[in-house]
Structures are given as structure tokens and as C-alpha cells.
């Protein structure tokens, strides 16, 4: 069971609100963002174990509770298990736009599973990159920090989507699950920008 609490990060009262929503997914990750404009960013989908995906459990029923049937965005920060392991049931239960990953290809069942079905579902996909900029809503600036567009990373988690979402005064840093020495790379690189 899920419980869940949908108020606003910023503003109150009538005005826009960026609101987010991060599930107890067990071991894995999964939140959802909803826009000023009433757009649904989910960054990573959860794990998938043998009894089934936490986003039958989780994602999905918190979905439906608030009537949303589209995702206009999906982050997949890497593709391990307990990151991607929702998104194929998600993929055959609520309409997905767009989907955004590290840009790396993994050998397994899970990440082949997921291929095939943005494929069939027609869902565009796109490789962020440090510098990338994605399209969330016009008063959100949702900044890629890493990984580097040329770093060939040892893990999985070195490779995670670090996202830097940006809300006027409100910034909320999603870091996958980067290690060490990707968090002192982050830290040169970015220094106060993180705070």
C-alpha cells in the first residue's frame, strides 16, 4: 500500500504550483511531477520483482486515483532493475509521449521487454546528455548534469540521468543513483548551482 500526499512544492492558495510526489517504491525510485500546466513528468518507474512491478502497487494506483491516463514524460535515469522495472507495465496501462534515458543499451530481459513495447506504443525516445535542457513546461527549467555525452562510465548508477529541476526559488536535484566520485564530479563542475 501507498500512501501518498499531492500538495504543492511552491506557491499556494490559486496560484500555479509545481507539484511532486515520490513513492515507496521499496528498493528503486519513482516520483511524479505534475506542472503549473497540468503536465505529468515521472522520473523512474520503480523495481520489478517476481511477484510483479511496484507500479501496479504504487505508480499506477495513484494514477488512476487522480484520473491521469497520460505521462507526457518519463525519465528513465539507467536502466537497472529496481529504475525501469515499472515502465513496461506502465507502457500497457497509461499513455507515454516521450521517454528520456542515459543512452547506454544493457543486455537483459527487462531493458529488450522495454524496447519492444515503446516501439510498438510509438513512444519517442531521446539520450540526455550534460547540457540538455528538457521540455517540461514553460515556468520549469529541467537542467541534465550528467552523465557526459562522452564519458564511457564503468556502472550503470555512474550513468544515471542527474536531473536539476528548477521552479522559481525551488530547485530539486534527482541524482539516480549516482556514486562518489560522480558527486564529486558534480560538485567541480556545478559547485554552489546544487544547493
Known amino acids: 500500500?501507498?500512501?501518498?500526499?499531492?500538495?504543492?512544492?511552491?506557491?499556494?492558495?490559486?496560484?500555479?504550483?509545481?507539484?511532486?510526489v515520490f513513492f515507496d517504491v521499496g528498493q528503486g525510485d519513482a516520483a511524479l511531477l505534475k506542472t503549473p500546466s497540468d503536465h505529468h513528468v515521472l522520473i523512474d518507474a520503480g523495481p520489478r520483482s517476481p511477484s510483479g512491478a511496484t507500479a501496479e502497487f504504487a505508480v499506477l494506483p495513484f494514477l488512476r486515483r487522480w484520473g491521469i491516463r497520460r505521462l507526457d514524460l518519463v525519465v528513465v535515469s539507467h536502466s537497472d532493475a529496481d529504475h525501469?522495472?515499472?515502465?513496461?507495465?506502465?507502457?500497457?496501462?497509461?499513455?507515454?509521449?516521450?521517454v528520456v534515458h542515459n543512452g547506454r543499451s544493457v543486455d537483459t530481459d527487462l531493458y529488450s521487454q522495454t524496447r519492444r513495447l515503446l516501439r510498438r506504443n510509438g513512444v519517442s525516445r531521446q539520450a540526455a546528455h550534460r547540457g540538455d535542457t528538457l521540455q517540461m513546461d514553460s515556468s520549469i527549467?529541467?537542467?541534465?548534469?550528467?552523465?557526459?555525452?562522452?564519458?564511457?562510465?564503468?556502472?550503470?548508477?555512474?550513468?544515471?540521468?542527474?536531473?536539476?529541476?528548477?521552479?522559481?526559488?525551488?530547485?530539486?536535484?534527482?541524482?539516480?543513483?549516482i556514486e562518489k566520485a560522480i558527486e564529486q564530479n558534480l560538485v567541480?563542475?556545478?559547485?554552489?548551482?546544487?544547493l
Not at 500538495?7 to 511532486?20: E, K, R, S
Not at 525501469?84 to 516521450?98: H, K, Y
Not at 550528467?146 to 536535484?173: H, K, Q, W
Not at 567541480?188 to 546544487?194: A, D, I, V
Open 1 to 20: 500500500m501507498t500512501a501518498s500526499v499531492w500538495g504543492p512544492v511552491v506557491g499556494g492558495g490559486t496560484a500555479p504550483t509545481l507539484d511532486i
Open 84 to 98: 525501469l522495472g515499472g515502465l513496461p507495465t506502465l507502457l500497457q496501462a497509461v499513455r507515454v509521449d516521450r
Open 141 to 177: 527549467r529541467a537542467e541534465v548534469l550528467s552523465p557526459s555525452g562522452r564519458s564511457t562510465l564503468a556502472t550503470e548508477n555512474n550513468a544515471s540521468v542527474v536531473l536539476r529541476v528548477e521552479y522559481g526559488d525551488i530547485n530539486i536535484l534527482l541524482p539516480g543513483d
Open 188 to 194: 567541480r563542475t556545478y559547485g554552489e548551482k546544487l
